[in-house]
Every structure is written in structure tokens, then in C-alpha cells.
């Protein structure tokens, strides 16, 4: 599995890519440029928005607005860019902001913070139902990584820093339970970031500082295969198009030389991927 690179270096930390199969689109976000861009997979379209701020997710909904974490807020942002504040979270801590999050199967947010330094424990994990945020992990560093395989009924997180895959039972309610650690990343190249999963359960986990996406059997405790990218920080990855089996994969910028860092890259693969949840819009 070869990477092509669709756009080149337009982002200084792309990551947040996510799906829209009503639309035929794939979103991503550039936090520290502040801004989002999607590409229409029929016409090969990339249209650029800015943000009210740092920008760190950003899904579909069950209404015809996008919704995504900014800052300390979730937003629904419409076909024109323009923002309507949903709610905030640890707006008065003033050390965190919002970073990765996705809609789960109910059509729940659910979405994490991180330190601002990257190294104190102080972030969380939100449950965000209509107008209201419920906490489900905390003593997080950088809440990372998300995906649920819905058969198995297992949910699964990274906090980056702590370097590995962490797997947890969940009900309809999304109360969970911590079941292990899923993939243990000590051997392997650089940091786990962004997240998804196949329709086999795989899980593809983009590594910051690592240059790939590594496929992981997370029940046989096994890697199956990986993606090199000539790109230093992978950040996340989503499954798009025709049979869900194109991979697109953000990236930030780096200050190496020949490094392909901030692109957006597209990779045909021989898997399925699984569908990207809409948020339940209140």
C-alpha cells in the first residue's frame, strides 16, 4: 500500500479527518492554523474555512451542519463557515483546550482534552449529549485516538503520552469499563495519535513522530500490517469513497528536510472500513 499525496503541505497540524458519505465528503481541520478544509471525493474539490480558534475535530450530524470542537467549545458549523455555540467545557481552567473527538453509535460527541504543555494529567473524556457534557476518563494528558467496534461492543482510547491503545466494554449510555490494553506501542516507531477502525475490527493508528499508519488485530494482540508515509507526524486517519476502502491521512508539518508534513495523503487499500457516526444534533 502505497501513499499519494492529494494536497501538499497545506497544513500546519492537520488532523480530525473524518467522513461525510451523505455528502461524499472528507473533513479534516488544521488546529494551529485555525482553520478546516473538505474534499469532494466526485469532483476532487478542496474548499478551505477559517475558525473562530484552534480548531480540533469535526464530524457530521444528523442535521445539514458539520459539528466540531474549538478551543473550549462545541460548535455547528454551517455550509458557509459561520459558528453557533453548542456549549463549553473547563472554559475557567485555562490550561486545556478540546482535542480529538468523534460521534459515537448513539449519536453522541464524545471528545477529550489535553494539557497545553502536553505533560500534566489535567484532561478529559466527555460524553456531549444535546447541550450537556458528561466526564468519563479523566487524569488525562493528551486524549487522542478514538473508534468503537460496534459487533464486539468495545470501545477503544489513546492518551498519547502513555503510548499505548486502551480497550473498554461500553453501553448504550456509553458508561464504560476498562477491559486492558489493547495495542502496546513500546516497539514501535514514535507516538500513537488519531484512530480508526475496519470493518474486521483492525485498528489503524496514526503515529506521531513514526512516519506510518501500524494495522493492529487488537484481539490476537498482533500487528498485521503498516502504511510508511514520507512524512515525519502522522496525526489521524479515516476510511472514505466507494467501498470505504480509501484511506485518507492528515499530517503536520515538520522542519526536515524533503518532509512531506502538513499534506493530505489518500491511500487505495484491500480493506473495508467502517462507517463514520453522525452527532445527534439537539
Known amino acids: 500500500m502505497e501513499p499519494e499525496v ?21 473533513y479534516w481541520v488544521d488546529i494551529k492554523g485555525r482553520k478546516f478544509h473538505y474534499l469532494s471525493l466526485g469532483a476532487s474539490e478542496m474548499r478551505t474555512f477559517q475558525s473562530k480558534g484552534m480548531i480540533s475535530s469535526i464530524v457530521p450530524t444528523t442535521g445539514e451542519e ?9 460548535y455547528l458549523i454551517d455550509e458557509s ?17 478540546f482535542n480529538d473527538g468523534k460521534a459515537d453509535p ?22 456531549i ?10 487524569g ?18 489513546i492518551d498519547t503520552p502513555r503510548r499505548k491503545v486502551d480497550a473498554y466494554s461500553y453501553d448504550s449510555s456509553m458508561n464504560i ?16 495519535d488519531g484512530m480508526t477502525i475496519d470493518a474486521d475490527g483492525n ?26 508515509f514520507p512524512a515525519k507526524n502522522i496525526t489521524s486517519c479515516v476510511f472514505a469513497g466507494d467501498g470505504l476502502s480509501d484511506l485518507y491521512v492528515t499530517s503536520a508539518s515538520s522542519n526536515e528536510p524533503g518532509d512531506m508534513g502538513g499534506s493530505l495523503f489518500v491511500v487505495h487499500t484491500d480493506y473495508e472500513g467502517s462507517r463514520t457516526f453522525r452527532f445527534r444534533v439537539p
Request: no cysteine.
Open 203 to 228: 485498528l489503524w493508528v496514526a503515529h506521531w513522530g513514526g512516519s506510518r499508519v501500524s494495522v493492529h488485530d487488537p484481539e490476537r494482540k498482533r500487528k498485521v500490517d503498516e502504511i510508511v
Open 177 to 192: 469499563e476498562w477491559l486492558g490494553t489493547a495495542v502496546d506501542f513500546r516497539n514501535e516507531n514514535g507516538n500513537p
Open 129 to 138: 449529549s444535546g447541550s450537556t457534557a458528561r466526564r468519563i476518563l479523566s
Open 66 to 74: 458539520m459539528a466540531a470542537t474549538v478551543d473550549h467549545g462545541l
Open 106 to 127: 448513539f449519536g453522541n460527541y464524545v471528545a477529550g482534552t489535553m494539557d497545553l504543555e502536553e505533560r500534566r494529567p489535567i484532561g478529559s473524556l466527555y460524553v
Open 140 to 157: 488525562l494528558v493528551i486524549s487522542n485516538g478514538i473508534a468503537w467496534d460496534t459487533g464486539r461492543r468495545v470501545f477503544y482510547h
Open 6 to 26: 492529494l494536497f501538499r503541505k497545506v497544513d500546519v497540524l492537520g488532523e480530525g479527518s473524518t467522513y461525510d458519505e451523505r455528502r461524499r465528503r472528507v
Open 81 to 97: 463557515g459561520g459558528h453557533r455555540l453548542l456549549l463549553e467545557v473547563e472554559k475557567d481552567q485555562g490550561a486545556t483546550r
